[in-house]
Every structure is written in C-alpha cells, then in structure tokens.
C-alpha cells in the first residue's frame, strides 16, 4: 500500500467535503422543492374541502325545506284526522243515544212500569 503524504489526505479530504457539501446543496434544494408542492398540496386541499362544505350546506337546506314541507303536510293531515275523530265521536255517541231512547221504552214496558 502506498503511503500518502498528508497534503495528498488533506486534498482527498477536501474533495471529499466538497462531494458532501454538493450533495446537501441538491438535498437541500429538493427539500425546499418538496416544502412548496406540499403548500401548494395544502391550499388545493383546503379549496376542496371548503367546496365540499358549501356542498354539504346547501344539501343540507334542501332537506331542511323538505322536512319542513312534510312536517307542515302532516300539520294538515293532523286537523284533518282531528276532524274526522270529532265526527266520529259524534256519531257514535248519537247513535249510543237513539239506541238508548229505544231501548229504555222497551225496558220500562217489560218491567210493567209503563
């Protein structure tokens, strides 16, 4: 093995370094390149998602205005069922009455007081 004199180290030394340091300059620009595509990621994603919840907000109102259109449907319906319930005690109460007033007559006859 040949013996190197210590200029010749120094100068594989500095070349070695030189090597190095050209070597961080690319990964430090490559880490500066990668820094801005994830800005860049970043603010697309935030776009994205605001228009995702404008979206979902405007989808939101829509059903809100259905859920508010069968609610006030079943408002009706509500009166009218309530409606339909009072006739329908009404005539079963009447109906509860005229059998009533025939059947107390025919009681009365039977138990001879009439």
Known sequence: MVALSLEEKVARIEGILDQMDKRLNHIESDIVGLRAEIRELRSE???????LREEMNKRFKEIDSRFERVDSRFDGLDSRFDSFLRWIIGLIFGMW?????????????????I
Not at 45 to 51: A, G, S, V
Not at 97 to 113: A, F, N, R
Request: glycine share 4%; charged share 15%.
């Open 45 to 51: 994603m935030y776009k994205r998602l605001d228009n």
């Open 97 to 113: 009455t005229s059998i009533m007033i025939t059947l107390i007559p025919m009681l009365l006859k039977i138990l001879g007081v």
